[in-house]
Protein backbone atom coordinates (compact mmCIF):
# COMPACT_ATOMS: atom_id res chain seq x y z
CA UNK A 1 0.00 0.00 0.00
CA UNK A 2 0.90 3.67 0.07
CA UNK A 3 0.73 3.93 3.48
CA UNK A 4 1.81 2.44 6.97
CA UNK A 5 -2.13 0.60 7.46
CA UNK A 6 -3.20 -0.27 11.04
CA UNK A 7 -6.08 -2.03 12.05
CA UNK A 8 -8.41 -1.60 14.09
CA UNK A 9 -8.57 1.95 14.54
CA UNK A 10 -10.73 1.16 17.34
CA UNK A 11 -10.54 -1.35 19.94
CA UNK A 12 -12.85 -1.28 23.14
CA UNK A 13 -12.04 -4.19 25.38
CA UNK A 14 -13.05 -5.46 29.02
CA UNK A 15 -9.89 -5.72 31.04
CA UNK A 16 -8.80 -8.88 31.36
CA UNK A 17 -9.48 -9.60 27.52
CA UNK A 18 -6.47 -10.41 24.71
CA UNK A 19 -6.49 -8.05 22.04
CA UNK A 20 -3.91 -8.37 18.51
CA UNK A 21 -3.41 -4.81 16.78
CA UNK A 22 -2.42 -5.36 13.13
CA UNK A 23 0.64 -3.35 11.16
CA UNK A 24 0.86 -3.32 7.55
CA UNK A 25 4.68 -1.31 6.58
CA UNK A 26 5.23 0.19 3.39
CA UNK A 27 5.98 -2.13 1.26
CA UNK A 28 9.78 -3.09 1.04
CA UNK A 29 10.56 -1.62 4.59
CA UNK A 30 12.39 -3.39 6.58
CA UNK A 31 12.34 -1.57 9.81
CA UNK A 32 9.52 -2.13 11.56
CA UNK A 33 8.45 -0.26 14.86
CA UNK A 34 5.95 0.06 17.57
CA UNK A 35 5.02 3.22 20.06
CA UNK A 36 2.46 3.31 22.33
CA UNK A 37 0.80 6.73 23.16
CA UNK A 38 -0.83 7.48 26.38
CA UNK A 39 -2.87 10.72 26.74
CA UNK A 40 -1.39 13.41 27.49
CA UNK A 41 1.60 11.79 26.96
CA UNK A 42 4.64 11.56 24.84
CA UNK A 43 5.28 8.36 22.37
CA UNK A 44 6.77 5.24 24.26
CA UNK A 45 9.25 3.21 21.72
CA UNK A 46 7.82 -0.80 22.70
CA UNK A 47 9.63 -2.94 19.85
CA UNK A 48 11.69 -2.60 16.87
CA UNK A 49 11.76 -5.16 13.60
CA UNK A 50 14.33 -5.58 11.51
CA UNK A 51 12.90 -8.07 8.90
CA UNK A 52 11.66 -10.95 11.26
CA UNK A 53 13.43 -10.45 14.38
CA UNK A 54 13.59 -8.17 17.30
CA UNK A 55 16.81 -6.82 18.02
CA UNK A 56 15.51 -4.19 20.47
CA UNK A 57 12.45 -4.96 22.50
CA UNK A 58 13.32 -2.94 25.70
CA UNK A 59 10.47 -0.68 25.86
CA UNK A 60 7.95 -3.39 26.09
CA UNK A 61 5.85 -2.97 29.54
CA UNK A 62 5.55 -6.22 30.91
CA UNK A 63 5.38 -9.61 29.25
CA UNK A 64 1.64 -9.69 28.79
CA UNK A 65 2.86 -7.75 25.76
CA UNK A 66 4.40 -9.58 22.73
CA UNK A 67 4.78 -8.91 19.20
CA UNK A 68 5.68 -11.01 15.81
CA UNK A 69 6.83 -10.06 12.41
CA UNK A 70 6.14 -13.26 9.20
CA UNK A 71 7.10 -12.69 5.84
CA UNK A 72 9.29 -9.76 6.87
CA UNK A 73 5.98 -7.51 6.41
CA UNK A 74 2.67 -7.43 8.89
CA UNK A 75 3.05 -7.14 12.16
CA UNK A 76 0.82 -8.09 15.10
CA UNK A 77 0.98 -6.79 18.79
CA UNK A 78 -0.62 -8.58 21.27
CA UNK A 79 -1.35 -7.56 24.74
CA UNK A 80 -2.61 -10.69 26.87
CA UNK A 81 -4.65 -9.83 30.14
CA UNK A 82 -5.45 -6.04 29.44
CA UNK A 83 -5.75 -3.80 32.03
CA UNK A 84 -6.90 0.05 32.27
CA UNK A 85 -3.07 1.30 32.46
CA UNK A 86 -3.10 -0.58 28.78
CA UNK A 87 -5.66 2.31 27.41
CA UNK A 88 -3.46 4.29 25.14
CA UNK A 89 -2.86 4.90 20.73
CA UNK A 90 -0.54 1.97 19.25
CA UNK A 91 1.17 3.99 17.01
CA UNK A 92 3.10 1.80 14.28
CA UNK A 93 5.92 2.82 11.88
CA UNK A 94 8.23 1.49 8.58
CA UNK A 95 11.27 2.73 7.63
CA UNK A 96 13.35 1.79 4.64
CA UNK A 97 16.96 1.93 6.44
CA UNK A 98 17.99 -1.22 7.85
CA UNK A 99 20.42 -0.68 11.41
CA UNK A 100 19.97 3.04 11.79
CA UNK A 101 16.46 4.70 12.68
CA UNK A 102 16.06 6.13 8.85
CA UNK A 103 13.14 8.19 8.10
CA UNK A 104 10.02 7.05 9.86
CA UNK A 105 6.68 6.94 8.65
CA UNK A 106 3.46 6.28 10.50
CA UNK A 107 0.65 4.94 10.31
CA UNK A 108 -2.44 6.84 12.07
CA UNK A 109 -3.20 4.29 14.76
CA UNK A 110 -5.22 2.00 16.80
CA UNK A 111 -7.09 3.09 20.05
CA UNK A 112 -7.09 0.73 22.34
CA UNK A 113 -9.81 1.29 25.52
CA UNK A 114 -9.45 -1.53 28.39
CA UNK A 115 -12.82 -0.96 30.27
CA UNK B 1 19.11 7.57 28.33
CA UNK B 2 18.64 9.76 25.96
CA UNK B 3 15.96 12.98 26.58
CA UNK B 4 14.20 14.92 24.47
CA UNK B 5 13.11 18.35 25.65
CA UNK B 6 10.73 20.79 23.59
CA UNK B 7 9.60 24.64 24.75
CA UNK B 8 7.54 25.98 24.29
CA UNK B 9 5.08 23.31 25.49
CA UNK B 10 2.24 25.48 23.59
CA UNK B 11 2.25 28.63 21.08
CA UNK B 12 -0.03 30.83 19.93
CA UNK B 13 0.80 33.68 17.17
CA UNK B 14 -1.72 35.40 14.67
CA UNK B 15 -1.37 34.44 10.99
CA UNK B 16 1.53 35.41 9.27
CA UNK B 17 3.96 35.56 12.06
CA UNK B 18 7.54 33.60 11.72
CA UNK B 19 8.38 31.26 14.96
CA UNK B 20 10.53 28.98 15.93
CA UNK B 21 10.26 25.59 18.05
CA UNK B 22 13.05 24.03 20.07
CA UNK B 23 14.48 21.14 20.86
CA UNK B 24 17.07 19.62 23.07
CA UNK B 25 18.47 16.48 23.83
CA UNK B 26 21.05 15.19 26.69
CA UNK B 27 22.99 12.32 24.20
CA UNK B 28 24.67 13.70 21.60
CA UNK B 29 25.44 10.54 19.70
CA UNK B 30 22.60 10.56 17.83
CA UNK B 31 22.25 9.26 14.08
CA UNK B 32 19.51 11.59 12.90
CA UNK B 33 16.95 13.97 14.17
CA UNK B 34 13.37 13.64 12.77
CA UNK B 35 10.73 16.70 13.20
CA UNK B 36 7.11 15.60 12.27
CA UNK B 37 3.58 17.08 13.12
CA UNK B 38 0.52 15.51 14.93
CA UNK B 39 -2.88 16.75 14.28
CA UNK B 40 -5.58 15.78 16.82
CA UNK B 41 -6.58 11.85 16.67
CA UNK B 42 -4.21 11.76 13.93
CA UNK B 43 -0.92 9.57 13.51
CA UNK B 44 2.07 11.51 12.63
CA UNK B 45 3.23 13.35 9.47
CA UNK B 46 7.24 13.23 8.78
CA UNK B 47 8.26 17.03 8.10
CA UNK B 48 12.14 17.17 7.87
CA UNK B 49 15.14 14.70 8.48
CA UNK B 50 18.19 15.83 9.38
CA UNK B 51 21.33 13.32 9.05
CA UNK B 52 23.72 13.46 12.00
CA UNK B 53 26.28 15.23 9.75
CA UNK B 54 24.22 17.61 8.51
CA UNK B 55 23.26 20.96 9.70
CA UNK B 56 20.08 22.01 8.63
CA UNK B 57 17.07 20.88 5.99
CA UNK B 58 14.56 22.88 4.24
CA UNK B 59 11.24 22.28 2.48
CA UNK B 60 9.13 24.49 2.16
CA UNK B 61 8.41 27.12 4.72
CA UNK B 62 10.05 25.28 7.10
CA UNK B 63 13.24 24.82 7.96
CA UNK B 64 15.29 22.91 10.26
CA UNK B 65 18.69 22.93 12.09
CA UNK B 66 20.60 20.62 14.09
CA UNK B 67 23.65 21.08 16.04
CA UNK B 68 24.69 18.39 17.53
CA UNK B 69 27.61 18.84 20.17
CA UNK B 70 25.48 21.06 21.74
CA UNK B 71 22.08 18.93 21.42
CA UNK B 72 20.16 21.33 19.71
CA UNK B 73 17.76 21.47 16.96
CA UNK B 74 15.50 24.25 15.73
CA UNK B 75 12.19 24.29 13.56
CA UNK B 76 11.97 27.19 11.87
CA UNK B 77 7.78 27.91 10.72
CA UNK B 78 7.71 31.10 7.81
CA UNK B 79 4.35 33.24 7.02
CA UNK B 80 2.52 30.85 9.53
CA UNK B 81 -1.10 29.66 8.01
CA UNK B 82 -3.95 28.65 10.11
CA UNK B 83 -3.50 25.43 8.62
CA UNK B 84 0.16 24.94 10.33
CA UNK B 85 -2.13 24.28 13.84
CA UNK B 86 -0.90 20.98 15.10
CA UNK B 87 1.44 19.47 17.80
CA UNK B 88 4.85 19.54 16.60
CA UNK B 89 7.33 16.62 17.68
CA UNK B 90 11.29 16.44 17.65
CA UNK B 91 12.51 13.07 17.46
CA UNK B 92 16.31 12.07 17.98
CA UNK B 93 17.69 8.85 16.12
CA UNK B 94 19.95 6.03 16.99
CA UNK B 95 20.54 2.48 16.12
CA UNK B 96 17.30 1.13 16.83
CA UNK B 97 14.55 3.81 17.31
CA UNK B 98 13.76 6.90 17.62
CA UNK B 99 13.18 8.80 20.81
CA UNK B 100 10.51 12.02 21.13
CA UNK B 101 9.88 14.71 22.99
CA UNK B 102 6.51 15.39 24.47
CA UNK B 103 5.81 18.18 21.61
CA UNK B 104 4.85 22.04 21.17
CA UNK B 105 1.25 22.62 20.75
CA UNK B 106 1.19 25.28 17.96
CA UNK B 107 -2.28 27.71 17.54
CA UNK B 108 -2.49 30.00 14.91
CA UNK B 109 -4.90 32.53 14.54
CA UNK B 110 -6.73 34.32 12.16
Known amino acids: GAGVSQSPSNKVTEKGKDVELRCDPISGHTALYWYRQSLGQGLEFLIYFQGNSAPDKSGLPSDRFSAERTGGSVSTLTIQRTQQEDSAVYLC?????????????FGEGSRLTVL | KQEVTQIPAALSVPEGENLVLNCSFT??????LQWFRQDPGKGLTSLLLIQSSQREQTSGRLNASLDKSSGRSTLYIAASQPGDSATYLC?????????FGTGTRLQVTL
Open chain 2, 27 to 32: DSAIYN
Open chain 2, 91 to 99: AVGTASKLT
Open chain 1, 93 to 105: ASSHGGGKAGELF
